[in-house]
């Protein structure tokens, strides 16, 4: 067999591990992955090393892979309709026209979560935010409702200390602050944001599900604080999340 052959085929069996993992939002362990492409455990925990140290794919706390941040800005340069959620543009551009305030679909990446998709207002709130854009976990309502709903051990594994990094002065300033406020966003079903990324910028997000009910994403609306009313969107963002959840879980 020619060296061009196995380049080929290896590059192949790479691109179906992107695609598996793609199909699996929440993680997959390598001996998954092996049995998912009938291949060897060995060659599958290489490949996948490989796609770690290019960022397209990225490792979790409890030793899972998923799609890491290279695979997102290669699938960046897909028009709108491709991008993450496709189908799932429609609740969310509906969300927009309703509220007339901006509306943003964000994954999580390790401490940041960063925006794949957003409907702006048509008074941007800030030019420097938009797809693309990263937010610390904690300084922003998408973050705090995905790190509600971790364990304990990942969030100890993302925040070892107890002083936590702040972006404005209204940040939180200690894991112990923000593992009280856990409890409260799960009850609820959603997390807030009082100008803890940006002065005078407010919102609220809740989760978007996959098939197995991992939330894979978080859906929220920002406004200025001025005139932001978290309580008028509560109910109309929970309606898009949940019909996000619903195609998203419908795919095979």
């Not at 594994?157 to 856990?182: D, M, N």
């Not at 978290?230 to 999340?241: G, H, R, V």
Request: glycine share 8%; charged share 20%.
């Amino acid at each position: 067999m020619s060296n061009t052959s196995r380049t080929s085929s290896t590059v192949a069996t790479a691109l179906r591990v992107l695609r598996l993992l793609a199909d699996n939002p929440g993680g997959m362990g390598i001996t998954e992955v092996a049995r998912a492409l009938d291949i060897a455990k060995s060659k599958a925990h290489l490949l996948l090393a490989t796609l770690l140290e290019q960022d397209f794919v990225e490792r979790t706390a409890d030793s899972r892979y998923r799609l890491g941040l290279t695979a997102f800005e290669v699938g960046s340069a897909v028009p709108d309709a491709a991008r993450f959620g496709g189908d799932l543009i429609t609740p969310m551009r509906a969300l927009a026209d309703l509220c007339g305030e901006a509306v943003s679909l964000a994954v999580l990446r390790n401490r940041d979560a960063i925006m794949i998709q957003r409907f702006e207002t048509k008074h941007v709130l800030r030019a420097e935010i938009g797809v693309g854009t990263r937010m610390p976990l904690i300084s922003c309502a998408s973050g705090k409702f995905l790190l509600a709903h971790m364990t304990d051990d990942q969030v100890d594994s993302l925040y070892p200390g107890e002083v936590l990094p702040h972006v404005t002065v209204h940040s939180i300033r200690t894991k112990a602050q923000l593992k009280a406020t856990f409890p409260e966003i799960r009850r609820q079903g959603y997390a807030l944001n009082d100008q803890e990324y940006a002065e005078g910028i407010s919102g609220i997000a809740t989760g978007v599900a996959d098939g197995s009910g991992h939330y894979v994403a978080a859906l929220s609306v920002a406004g200025p604080t001025s005139r932001f009313r978290a309580e008028q969107w509560i109910e109309p963002l929970t309606e898009a999340a949940q019909k996000m959840t619903e195609l998203l879980s419908s795919r095979r």
